[in-house]
């Protein structure tokens, strides 16, 4: 079991700092903007939560990149983000969460699998969004060594399309956070262009 609190709670503070005119900048995933980011953030607690759950379904069901995930107009996102949050958190706390099989982007796979992608999921996008909304961003170190355990195991076996893309080269005596986001496909040194 790994303890998803700690990335989550780091999720629902950068969240929190996000003002609304920062809600259309570019992140480091190109096909996103920062709602888009908290638009996949919300989306993928409320799956992983499912998931941990077993309560599998529409939620749970839905592959990553059918639909480009957004936030609402209205700014509901700004009680709902942290509230899911926190149901992820306490769902994989659980150590039924962690067993047996389940369904999270439309793959069954096994629970323990799951639990470990989804917090891989909120260390990565926390980086994007606090990188795009010039947040400081300082994951726990127990969260930082499951990312990157998960992310090395098949760093030179990525299909082609999938979720992450070729690796990033970081120096070996990069920082921990760095070598996370090599790994995930992103530059590390990746920072919103301000205008001159």
């Known amino acids: 079991m790994i303890d998803l ?3 989550a ?6 969240a929190e700092g996000v003002t609304d005119d920062q809600l259309e900048a570019p992140t480091p995933c190109p096909e996103y903007a920062v709602r888009n980011i908290l638009g996949h953030l919300l989306g993928l607690s409320v799956a992983f939560r499912d998931a941990g759950r077993k309560e599998l379904g529409e939620r749970t069901g839905i592959a990553p990149g059918t639909v480009l995930p957004d ?8 009680g709902e983000l942290p509230k899911a949050l926190d149901e992820l958190a306490a769902t994989w706390r659980e150590p039924g969460a962690w067993e047996g099989m389940t369904q999270a982007g439309g793959v069954t796979f096994p629970a323990a699998e799951a639990g470990r992608v989804a917090l891989d999921e909120l260390v990565v996008h926390g ?4 990188r795009a909304t010039g947040q400081l961003y300082a994951p726990d170190t127990a ?13 030179d076996d ?9 690796v990033v080269a970081v120096a070996a005596g990069a920082p ?13 040194s990746w920072a919103v262009r301000r205008p001159l």
């Open 143 to 155: 969260s930082l060594e499951a990312s990157y355990a998960m992310l090395a195991a098949f760093a």
């Open 127 to 130: 980086w994007d969004l606090a």
């Open 9 to 14: 709670r780091r999720i629902a503070v950068l």
């Open 71 to 78: 936030i609402d107009g209205d700014g509901n996102w700004r």
């Open 5 to 7: 609190e700690p990335a």
């Open 176 to 188: 921990l956070l760095d070598r996370v986001v090599g790994l995930s496909g992103r530059d590390p």
């Open 158 to 166: 990525r299909p082609a399309g999938g979720a992450f893309g070729p």
